[in-house]
């Protein structure tokens, strides 16, 4: 088992749509979660972080965690063709004060269609 | 700022060659990483370096060796490349809540 799992879709929306992506992970002392966003050719950029149970939200994007299902998701609501793009869950481990290191699933491509 | 830079961003190599790919941070970050990413395996942790003076294996470290020059440059070096190290190699620099990552190098071993 990965240690954290993505389907690697390709997940397909109208625009407009609200797209669901998911992503579980295997470690459930994981304390901390991101989700990149890597468009085709470019490297990943950080769109969202979160590290408590629940809903956090910024703009159109919404991350739910849940430790006790070792769940995370990430809901984009009004989806525009610039939302495609394949979409990265990371899990942080620490090793140290100021250092860490990210697990990467494989990632979902997203495509959203006009 | 230029954040993240690495070169070359494109290379092509013969089967046992050796290259170093170079990376540069401004940041002032601490730690520093070497990843690769082929189709299907997302990014995949080659080494790492928590501090200037510090390097540490990651995921897949094989066929690599590493420098971290000073607390601003980590290169990546392949002594014998093989083809199975055709990929896209990212570097990245973090503080203590984000990893920035460089542009890339895509790397091609005939």
């Known amino acids: 088992q990965k240690e954290v799992e993505q389907n690697s879709g390709p997940l397909s929306v109208p625009e407009g749509a609200i797209a669901s992506l998911n992503c579980t992970y295997s470690d459930r002392g994981s304390q901390s979660f991101f989700w990149y966003r890597q468009y085709s050719g470019k490297s990943p950029e950080l769109i969202m972080s979160?590290?408590?149970?629940g809903d956090k939200e910024d703009g159109r994007f919404t991350a739910q965690l849940n430790k006790a299902s070792q769940y995370v998701s990430l809901l984009i609501r009004d989806s525009q063709p610039s939302d495609s793009a394949t979409y990265l869950c990371?899990?942080?481990?620490?090793?140290?004060?100021?250092?860490?290191?990210?697990?990467f699933g494989s990632g979902t491509r997203l495509l959203v269609r006009p | 700022n230029a954040g993240v830079t690495q070169t070359p961003k494109f290379q092509v190599l013969k089967t046992g060659q050796s290259m170093t790919l170079q990376c540069a941070q401004d940041?002032?970050?601490?730690?520093m990483y070497w990843y690769r990413q082929d189709p299907g395996m997302g990014l995949r942790l080659i080494y790492y370096?928590?501090?200037?003076?510090?390097?540490d294996k990651g995921e897949v470290p094989n066929g690599y060796n590493v420098s971290r020059l000073n607390k601003r440059e980590f290169s990546l070096r392949l002594e014998s490349a093989a083809p199975s190290q055709t990929s896209v190699y990212f570097c990245?620099?973090?503080?203590?809540?984000?990893?920035?990552f460089g542009p890339g190098t895509r790397l091609t071993v005939l």
């Open positions: 979160i590290y408590s149970n």
């Open positions: 990245a620099s973090s503080d203590n809540n984000e990893q920035f």
């Open positions: 940041m002032n970050h601490n730690s």
């Open positions: 370096s928590a501090s200037e003076g510090t390097t």
């Open positions: 990371a899990v942080k481990r620490g090793y140290g004060r100021s250092s860490y290191k990210l697990i």
